[in-house]
């Protein structure tokens, strides 16, 4: 009986399928106990959305965290970790200095392995990071990237067999060295067959001496099929999960996937009363945290978009963050067009945010009046690497006149090598300029996590964790009601309600303002509300206001910018369209606007 092995991907994919990568350590180390304790010996633990997102969301240092975990679970567990290839673990890609800096931090705090993959198994893309990891004495678990294509697509030679064992002979021929070979089908949405005919090919090319390890998400239904599919083609380990973070979005759990093999040629070799227990303290453990009910769901939607798992719910919590949740079919809808014009990119991360984004603005906007210029724009003209088919000739001269920018072929890297605003030395400067410490990990947290990174070193930490209670029902009363506010010299009435996302109302008009709890709520929206008369520039999708560029009584051009709307991570410059005087400004910073609402006006 072939014993297959396992890696538990509740620390880091659970996380970030489930609750978009918001955890506190504390809360989950006592089931990171319990599962080492059950057996499991093999753990994903970081990287991906699980670094940024501590120093967005989390109050916490990435680095703490794997040092706390790898007190943990002591010397012997192997801990993974996940790199996007020149990304490393940001959504821009990066220098060859930071990419080594990221290989020897993590070794540095405690990780064994590191999965590289890049998502348009572009293998120059793998060479820096893959040689990198090698040489900081980690493991390099190289990856090629996998999904499902839509119904009318499939005849496309991209996302094939035959094309997933030409980038794996493409990485064979650059010589980059890897200790194991990775299948990551991050939507769920490869066919069984598809997985079967890969993996069999890959084995047959490898030999015996390379792990094949498959990881894939259930958001499809198919978990439990695919890897069955990969073990019976020569998988040798598969990616599993614990609940409550399993199935849905995420890996297949443990215990399904043990009873699936029962009575066949293959086991999981584990005590299953042992894992029961362990995600039961994992249950208890995940119980504060507010769990999106589409993370728990088989979606027949994703096998024509695809959508990740890790990303799925990252997207519909933004989309509720932004009152537009009713918008997400829609965007699914628009999501089949984007993908196959953009090149068939596989849709992990980035360029699965890259593909919702502009998904997204197609849905809000009209079809391709904007291309994203910092994910799909650049991907199209080749910033991020080579595609596996051409995209769409007429989306690629779009984004060529939108973004102001000649396609490419050049690797990522050398281009990255002599931007002046990348790297090592920039990042020190920003941390000296800034009267921050200078440490290496301090130079890797600002250049993965930009401007929001240096904020959090300097003691700005949002708390962005959504729990299951919101604010107490006695203090959302509290700040309601009706208020005498002083604006611009004069007493108006501002009217109050709401619970963390307040509506004021001002002289009939209705502002939405997202702030914190309690009595701040009146001052907060009163802020928002201005007197003066000119032509509204309204919000052309919805989204937070995530910066404000003027102040009432600026002389503004047609060209300026006004302020910022974030939406579905997308940074959207509101021009003002016409010149003028701004006359009122209609929202606050961290206000949550409706497409139409008004912004500011111009008189």
């Not at 991360?349 to 210029?373: E, H, L």
């Not at 724009?377 to 939108?402: C, H, N, R, W």
Request: proline share 4%.
């Amino acid at each position: 009986m072939k014993k297959i092995k396992f890696m538990d991907c509740s620390f880091r994919d659970g996380f970030q399928s489930c609750l978009g990568a918001r955890v506190k350590t504390e809360d989950f180390l006592p089931a990171l106990d319990a599962a080492v304790k059950a057996g499991i010996n093999y753990i994903e633990i970081g990287g991906g959305a699980r670094f940024q997102s501590l120093y967005f969301y989390c109050q916490e240092d990435a680095f703490d965290m794997m040092d706390k975990c790898r007190e943990v679970v002591g010397p012997d567990v192997n801990l993974q970790t996940l790199s996007r290839g020149v990304n490393v673990v940001g959504l821009s890609s990066q220098s060859s200095d930071i990419i080594d800096l990221h290989a020897r931090m993590f070794k540095k705090h405690g990780i064994t392995t590191i999965r590289n993959f890049d998502a348009l198994n572009d293998v120059r893309n793998l060479i820096p990071s893959g040689n990198s990891i090698h040489n900081a004495g980690l493991k390099h678990q190289v990856t090629v990237t996998m999904m499902g294509l839509a119904p009318g697509l499939t005849e496309s030679y991209a996302h094939s067999p035959a094309f997933y064992i030409d980038s794996l002979k493409a990485i064979l021929d650059s010589g980059v060295p890897f200790d194991s070979l990775a299948f990551k089908d991050a939507s769920g949405t490869s066919t069984p067959q598809t997985v079967y005919e890969t993996i069999k090919m890959a084995r047959e090319l490898l030999g015996n001496d390379k792990e094949i390890q498959f990881h894939t998400h259930d958001t499809a239904g198919m978990a439990v099929s695919c890897n069955y599919a990969a073990i019976e083609a020569g998988a040798d380990v598969i990616d599993l999960a614990m609940s409550p973070l399993s199935g849905g979005t995420c890996e297949a759990d443990i215990l399904v996937m043990y009873q699936r093999l029962r009575g066949t040629e293959y086991t999981l070799d584990i005590d299953p009363e042992k894992i029961l227990a362990a995600e039961k303290v994992f249950e208890q453990c995940m119980d504060k945290y507010f769990m999106p009910p589409e993370s728990m769901q088989v979606s027949p939607k994703i096998v024509f978009s695809p959508m990740p798992g890790g990303a799925l719910t990252a997207n519909t919590q933004m989309m509720r963050d932004n009152n537009c949740l009713d918008k997400y079919d829609a965007c699914i809808e628009a999501m089949r067009d984007v993908v196959a014009k953009g090149g068939f990119g596989t849709s992990v991360t980035p360029v699965s945010q890259f593909y919702f984004q502009q998904a997204f603005s197609n849905a809000m906007r009209g079809d391709w009046k904007v291309i994203d210029k910092n994910g799909y724009g650049k991907m199209v003209l080749g910033y991020f690497g080579k595609t596996p088919v051409a995209p769409d000739p007429e989306i690629v001269k779009l984004a060529s006149e939108q973004l102001g920018l000649e396609p490419t072929t050049e690797a990522v890297v050398e281009r990255n090598d002599r931007d002046p605003k990348l790297g090592v030395a920039y990042n020190t400067k920003l941390l000296e300029e800034a009267g921050l410490p200078v440490t290496e990990e301090n130079i890797f947290i600002v250049a993965a996590c930009g401007e929001k990174g240096l904020n959090f070193l300097k003691g700005d930490r949002p708390n962005g964790i959504r729990y299951k209670e919101a604010a107490s029902p006695a203090k959302a009363a509290a700040a309601n009601g009706v208020y005498t506010a002083t604006i611009d010299g004069k007493a108006v009435t501002v009217e109050v309600s709401g619970n963390g996302d307040y509506t004021a109302k001002v002289g009939g008009k209705s502002f939405t303002v997202k702030v914190g709890e309690g009595a701040a709520a009146p001052a907060a929206a009163a802020q928002t509300a201005g007197n003066g008369e000119g032509k509204p520039v309204a919000a052309p999708l919805p989204g937070t206001v995530m910066k404000i560029n003027v102040a009432v009584g600026d002389q503004v051009e047609a060209d300026t910018t006004l302020l910022i709307l974030e939406a579905v991570k997308m940074e959207n410059e509101i021009k003002a369209g016409f010149a003028g005087t701004v006359k009122e400004i209609s929202v606050a910073q961290g206000g949550v606007v409706a497409a139409g609402d008004t912004l500011v006006v111009i008189g």
